[in-house]
């Protein structure tokens, strides 16, 4: 070998050697990072008992039903609130206190009622007749009795001092406001009596409203979010559905007419984008005059309901502009890399020949996507029972001067107490869900712990998968003669021997993911929580942290998917495995820019492609702008609630099938340079692949070398060519 190709293989490495008893994947292997396989089987017991933990401290009825002064859930069943539902104010104009953006609690008495008030009175004027104060008392505390003077009742707050017509919303009550003449109301009057004899405007309970509305605004959202869930989770099925079998058929397409369904996916991709820009033009030139369409957005504002950002010009314009970007991306990447495209083409092809032979590989990321569902649920439930296993916390709220305002209370013996005393207006009212126990005070550390694990399970089924299937193709390579040298189920096969030997290994590089993941969430975390008071050269260092730390992420990811390739060919260690992968790969570098960068780019059309046709479907459906589909589509808040979640499972569906192509080709590529080190395609050591590949991939590297190496490329390819000859006529 000459000197120059002796430096660089010492630097990356020594190149394989033959082995005659190499037949693939090894089949005599051990076990692997052991230390690592312990640690995870303890983390995972420890996250057991932090989700049993939590599931006996957590309610997630704090999250669902709204909560009186005494911290009780209204319309609960099964206790006596439950035919109480909706919570009531006192006093609805307390809720404009500066207190309430603050401690997210109105400072006054809160109870569950059976409905809102649907008419004026004040308890003066109900007090002077039985049937109104019997009327009155719905909206009182348990133990007011008719022979209860008015002075009584209101120092004790037992009463509020006036009612207002009111509407339930988000299960609550509040003011019926409305408009008449330019004048806001409330009940149709534009006046009301606060309790006291005093006359004041409607108007003055909007800042009221206005608070209390702040607190519950994300909620109300969610409700909404959740009602149109509700309303269309089985046209969202059926959508998905779609998305699978148009991501499966592609496959089977590309499985048989590979070439034809690569440039007929190029062209529809940019069919798709073009009818995108078209249609962005027309809903554009639409709205041309039409009042508060040339709003900005900058003027607009954040708007709960989405639909309002489409009354507006500006928001076409921009999608039209993205949109056009994209696509001149895509047609300039095609002209530049037009004939690598042709190589990554011939790569699908022989990827669909292995996937032919390996069937069942289409079926895995089913199996994959039902794990990550489990961990994903698992998650999900633990983090809602955690942040709910609080216990109720009551504070001291008062209208006058109070030096014990705000201070924790006792609401069972607060009348009788020193605090009541010497704040005769004070009152003891629930404020929020805390706690001061051991478990509370190391509540944050256990949602730490939650997360972390949900990354690493994560990352491990993820891994499970990539190591599975790169065994099974794997087991299609290196087959002599191919399917009779293969494994009878190669996916369950190489499924086996993940798990039974190197389940270390996938916690090793799983872990090292998570690790990087969680650091990233800290810096998010960090970000958000300086915002306000960061000054240029904190924010400046925090971006190029998380730029750091998004690339070496990604850098981590490669790594491992080819590290897991190895060891599911020579069952050795991570770390061991993750070396030879990056040396090989470094040997190979002018082709793995092509592999990587091509091939990957061609299955992301695919993956775009899917995504845009079952995207605009959903989009038609449910937005209602197309006639057949008026009757049949379900009527929502949000139209774009389903629309996101369709384009979002497309794609992840359209992912994991194509991830298989994706896993495919990576393992066929290592395989292939480790083809190249051991054998010569010589009769007494032939090669493994297919002639077609060793054509594509020998005669990409030798146009992308420099003059010399190409030459002596072009030597070593003119003296195996007989051989390869030979060994064809034979066959």
């Not at 133990?143 to 707050?157: A, F, S």
């Not at 990827?351 to 794990?371: D, E, K, N, Q, W």
């Not at 915002?531 to 050269?537: L, P, S």
Request: one cysteine or more.
């Amino acid at each position: 070998m000459p000197e120059e190709d002796g430096e660089y293989f010492g630097k990356n490495g020594e190149p394989r050697k033959y082995d005659p008893t190499f037949k693939g994947p090894i089949q005599n292997r051990g076990c692997t990072d052991i230390v690592c396989c312990i640690l995870f089987i303890i983390a995972i017991l420890g996250y057991f008992a932090v989700g049993i933990l939590a599931w006996s401290q957590g309610d997630p009825r704090k999250v669902i039903y709204p909560t009186d002064s005494r911290g009780q859930f209204c319309g609960q069943a099964g206790t006596p609130l439950e035919k109480k539902p909706l919570l009531f104010y006192f006093n609805i104009m307390k809720c404009a206190s500066p207190m309430v953006l603050l401690e997210f609690q109105c400072p006054t008495t809160q109870m569950c009622v059976e409905k809102c008030p649907e008419k004026f009175m004040t308890l003066i004027k109900a007090y002077s007749n039985k049937n109104d104060f019997d009327y009155y008392k719905q909206f009182c505390k348990d133990g007011v009795t008719n022979t209860m003077g008015v002075p009584d009742i209101l120092k004790y707050g037992l009463c509020p001092a006036m009612l207002t017509p009111s509407k339930p919303f988000t299960r609550r009550c509040f003011p019926a406001l409305g408009k008449q003449g330019g004048v806001i109301t409330v009940g149709n009057n534009s006046h009301f009596d606060d309790g006291s004899g005093k006359m004041r405007d409607a108007k003055d309970l909007m800042d009221g409203v206005k608070n209390a509305t702040v607190v519950i605004e994300a909620r109300q959202v969610v409700m909404k979010i959740f009602e149109d869930y509700t309303q269309s989770w089985y046209w969202i099925l059926i959508g998905l559905v779609i998305a699978m079998l148009t991501s499966l058929l592609f496959i089977v397409l590309l499985r048989f007419l590979a070439g034809i369904m690569v440039w007929v996916m190029i062209v529809l991709v940019i069919l798709v984008i073009g009818y995108g820009i078209v249609h962005c033009y027309i809903e554009y030139a639409a709205l041309k005059g039409e009042p508060g369409a040339d709003v900005t957005l900058q003027d607009l504002g954040f708007q709960t309901d989405f639909t309002v950002y489409l009354q507006i010009r500006q928001t076409w314009l921009a999608f039209m502009i993205i949109l056009a970007i994209v696509e001149l991306i895509i047609i300039l990447l095609l002209i530049f890399l037009r004939k690598r495209i042709l190589i990554a083409i011939a790569l699908i092809k022989e990827a669909s020949r292995a996937i032919g032979h390996v069937m069942s590989s289409l079926f895995y990321p089913l199996f994959t996507f039902l794990l990550l569902a489990m961990v994903i649920a698992y998650w999900a439930v633990t983090a809602v029972f955690l942040s709910t296993s609080n216990e109720p916390i009551y504070k001291v709220f008062n209208e006058t001067a109070c030096e014990h305002s705000r201070q924790t209370c006792d609401p069972a013996n607060y009348t009788t107490s020193s605090m009541k005393k010497e704040c005769p207006d004070s009152e003891c009212l629930f404020a929020f869900y805390g706690g001061e126990t051991v478990y509370h005070k190391y509540l944050i550390g256990l949602q730490f712990y939650n997360v972390f694990l949900f990354f690493w399970c994560a990352n491990f089924v993820t891994a499970l998968g990539q190591m599975t299937l790169a065994g099974a193709f794997a087991s299609y390579y290196w087959a002599f003669v191919k399917p009779d040298d293969m494994p009878a189920f190669p996916v369950f096969s190489a499924l086996g021997r993940s798990l039974r030997y190197h389940t270390g290994t996938l916690a090793f590089g799983s872990l090292i993911l998570a690790i990087i993941q969680i650091i990233r969430v800290l810096l998010e975390y960090l970000d958000h929580k300086l915002k306000g008071a960061q000054n240029k050269c904190t924010k400046f260092l925090l971006c190029c942290l998380k730029c750091c730390f998004w690339c070496l992420e990604k850098f981590i990811k490669f790594i491992n998917r080819n590290a897991y390739i190895m060891v599911a060919i020579y069952g050795k260690n991570f770390c061991t495995s993750a070396r030879d992968a990056f040396f090989l790969l470094m040997r190979n570098m002018i082709r793995v820019a092509v592999l990587d960068k091509v091939t990957d780019f061609l299955l992301f059309l695919g993956k775009l492609l899917i995504v845009g046709l079952v995207g605009i479907f959903a989009f038609f459906f449910f937005s209602g702008k197309v006639k057949a589909f008026e009757s049949t589509a379900p009527h929502l808040h949000y139209y774009w609630v389903p629309i996101l979640t369709v384009v979002i499972g497309s794609y992840l569906i359209a992912h994991g099938f194509f991830s298989v192509y994706a896993m495919c080709v990576d393992t066929l590529f290592l395989c292939f340079c480790e083809d190249l080190e051991r054998n010569d395609g010589s009769a007494a050591r032939p090669y493994y692949m297919s002639s077609t590949l060793h054509e594509i991939l020998w005669k990409n590297k030798a146009e992308d070398l420099p003059s010399s190496s190409a030459q002596r490329q072009d030597d070593e390819d003119i003296q195996l060519k007989p051989k390869q000859a030979e060994e064809e006529d034979a066959t």
